[in-house]
């Protein structure tokens, strides 16, 4: 059983659209959160933390629900530059320091 | 630059042969791991590292070994290679603050080919 699940796509929207994601996870002891971008055949890169809190960085916005596992992922006014698959991550907890990686979710954003 | 660094690039070898990816960063960063990613299996953790000769078995360690000599680098060594393990590999460190790990910064990746 896959400890994070994201649906992975592709989300195909127009440029200006805004799109969510949801990534789900089963370790109810997990402390960190992370979303990752990562463009074909490069390395990921660290979009955003996800704090209890939620955060916002410009366009893009996270958020974390504990009671029911998920974070979440919202993109606005989408631009053809966002076009890249979105990796959630999530740290284990309760004493294992084995990231978890969800498959990603690929995002197209169209003219 | 802060910056992770991965050698080769790309590799293309033969069954059996033993080879080594290295792997450097110069951030000071206490963690450092190895993943590989394969097509519809995202990226999977191969063995980490928390500081100098402290090492762990992540997901996928079978067929794989490392060391941590110093702090700034982790090779990834591969015995005897098999076909199976042609995929593309990532080194990545972090800082570990608190009990946890946190952001994690990846090298380019090297894309393995086994014959």
């Known amino acids: 059983r896959k400890e994070v699940e994201q649906d992975p796509g592709p989300f195909n929207v127009p440029e200006g659209a805004t799109v969510a994601f949801n990534c789900t996870y089963s370790?109810?002891?997990?402390?960190?959160f992370f979303w990752y971008r990562q463009d074909c055949r490069k390395e990921p890169k660290l979009l955003m933390s996800v704090y209890s809190s939620g955060n916002e960085d410009g366009r893009f916005t996270a958020q974390l629900n504990r009671a029911s596992q998920y974070i979440s992922l919202l993109i606005r006014d989408s631009k053809l530059s966002d076009s890249a698959t979105y990796l959630c991550?999530?740290?284990?907890?309760?004493?294992?320091?084995?990231?978890?990686f969800g498959r990603g979710t690929s995002l197209i954003v169209h003219p | 630059e802060a910056q992770v660094t991965q050698n080769p690039r790309y590799l293309i070898t033969v069954t059996g042969k033993k080879l080594t990816v290295t792997c450097s960063q110069n951030?000071?960063?206490?963690?450092m791991s190895w993943y590989r990613q394969d097509p519809g299996l995202g990226l999977r953790q191969i063995y980490y590292?928390?500081?100098?000769?402290?090492?762990d078995k992540g997901d996928v360690p079978e067929g794989y070994k490392v060391s941590r000599k110093e702090k700034r680098n982790f090779p990834l060594i591969l015995e005897s290679p098999s076909p199976n393990q042609t995929s593309l590999y990532f080194c990545?460190?972090?800082?570990?603050?608190?009990?946890?790990?946190?952001?994690?910064?990846f090298g380019p990746g090297t894309r393995l080919l086994v014959l």
């Open positions: 991550v999530v740290n284990g907890g309760g004493g294992s320091y084995i990231p978890t």
């Open positions: 370790n109810s002891a997990s402390q960190s």
């Open positions: 590292s928390m500081n100098v000769e402290v090492t």
């Open positions: 951030m000071n960063h206490e963690y």
């Open positions: 990545a460190s972090s800082p570990w603050l608190a009990g946890d790990q946190e952001t994690q910064y």
